[in-house]
């Protein structure tokens, strides 16, 4: 201060002081605000749709929160709300145990059934790779329980919805045609689908 000893009135001086002092202290309160904020809500903020695939028990067929719902085909995913609604006029609850599904939750799942079923090959009956497996495009979904996979086998096909193997009841793909035509012959496991072969 004593370099300006015959300076304006010290409101004067302070000012050009003060205002960016303010608003740097307004910005670093926002700032560390919002982090606060943002940090304990992000794990159970319903924004956006989270995850690999993998789901929590009884996922609702209309559960937004988990991409395992939410990246399915839009078709197949339309038909399975229908097929679910309809289904609680006769006490069913269809829930989806497993949808979409990325790559690597896929890899993870065959590899487990590596290790369960001993050998690749019986595995492959199970578990089909990334490259070929209808969750990963998001175009199959694994229902439950039994009985609602039950409830579908005999009344999906209303709905386009399609039991595609003999040792997976559970799993459903959309076939349109079916809604007129009935489904389609099923392969006995996934190893007999084409779709397997590539
Ligand atoms: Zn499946």
Redesign the pocket.
């Known amino acids: 201060m004593a370099t300006f000893p015959t300076a304006p009135p010290v409101r004067h001086r302070l000012r050009p002081v003060v205002v960016p002092l303010v608003l740097l202290v307004v910005a670093l309160v926002a700032a560390v605000g919002s982090r606060l904020v943002a940090l304990p809500t992000s794990s159970s903020d319903a924004a956006a749709p989270v995850g690999d695939g993998e789901l929590p028990d009884g996922t609702s067929v209309y559960d937004d929160r988990h991409a395992g719902v939410t990246e399915l085909d839009p078709d197949l995913l339309r038909a399975l709300r229908r097929a679910a609604t309809a289904a609680v006029d006769d006490d069913v609850d269809i829930v989806v145990n497993?949808g979409w599904r990325s790559r690597e939750y896929q890899q993870r799942l065959l590899d487990e059934a590596v290790a369960t079923y001993g050998s690749r090959a019986e595995a492959a009956r199970w578990v089909s790779t990334p490259d070929a497996s209808p969750?990963v495009s998001g175009d199959?979904v694994?229902v439950g329980p039994a009985q609602a996979a039950a409830w579908l086998g005999s009344n999906g096909a209303r709905y386009g919805l399609c039991r595609i193997y003999d040792n997976?009841p559970w799993?459903y793909e959309l076939r349109p045609e079916a809604v007129d035509r009935g489904c389609p012959p099923r392969y006995p496991d996934p190893t007999h689908d084409p779709r397997n072969r590539r």
């Open positions: 497993s969750h199959a694994d997976e799993h």
